[in-house]
């Protein structure tokens, strides 16, 4: 069982209302990671963070912002939500220098319905 | 740039066949390599790895790859499929301190 929590799951969201996506994970893991996964597509990474205080835009461009006050927290943020950004939301975390052996836990995923 | 290429999207087998899913990747220098696999309405797995060494790795549940540098793949192997299979399948790819390169997954469906 993953030690890396999203919540919510599922979220069905009007037009324009802000919504935050949490995620958090109990590993200590200094890195952090936030994908975009649709059907049929590779996950795309849209934000990362090295540790506290850290952030970096990924490789998909997003709309959403990312925060890091605490290890163990990393929340996505969509301020005014559109259609376009209905689509599954993974949060990842992996170990700073090992981590390139030891891979990335994953969440559950949110899957975003904005209608 | 880097990219990941799973050519198979579907795969529909039935039980007791054997499973060979393709995986190739973009990148001249050293990788890490991984495999995941992500059950209906559950989150991403790590199925196994390679980093080094030995370049036949086996993961859990009876699966297997083989990294082969010369073709830049990294295919999944299984050498007879339960219905339990059924999931995506996601190759990724990591070069040095980069992050994780994820190819577009292939669904596999056994049917019972």
């Known amino acids: 069982e993953a030690d890396i929590y999203q919540t919510p799951r599922y979220l069905v969201i009007g037009t324009g209302k802000k919504i935050t996506l949490e995620c958090s994970q109990t590993?200590?893991?200094?890195?952090m990671y936030w994908y975009q996964q649709d059907p049929g597509m590779e996950l795309h990474l849209i934000h990362y963070?090295?540790?506290?205080?850290?952030?970096e835009k990924g490789d998909l461009s997003s709309e959403s912002t990312v925060s890091r006050i605490r290890t163990e927290h990393f929340p996505l943020t969509l301020e005014s939500a559109r259609p376009s950004h209905t689509s599954q939301y993974l949060c990842?975390?992996?170990?700073?220098?090992?981590?390139?052996?030891?891979?990335?836990?994953f969440g559950s995923g949110t899957r975003l319905t904005v209608v | 740039a880097q990219s990941v290429s799973q050519h198979n999207h579907h795969v529909i087998l039935s039980e007791a066949a054997s499973l060979e899913l393709g995986c190739n990747y973009s990148y001249g220098g050293t990788v890490n390599l991984f495999w995941y696999v992500q059950y209906p309405g559950q989150h991403l797995q790590l199925l196994l790895k390679y980093f080094s060494g030995d370049p036949l790795v086996k993961g859990i549940k009876g699966f297997e790859a083989e990294f082969i540098k010369s073709k830049f793949s990294f295919n999944l192997r299984k050498p007879s499929v339960q219905w339990s299979d059924t999931a995506e399948y996601f190759c990724a790819v990591r070069s040095g301190a980069n992050n994780l390169f994820f190819g577009t997954g292939t669904r596999l469906t056994v049917i019972p």
């Open positions: 963070s090295y540790g506290v205080n850290s952030t």
């Open positions: 990842a975390s992996s170990e700073i220098g090992g981590g390139a052996n030891y891979g990335y836990t």
């Open positions: 590993m200590g893991h200094d890195k």
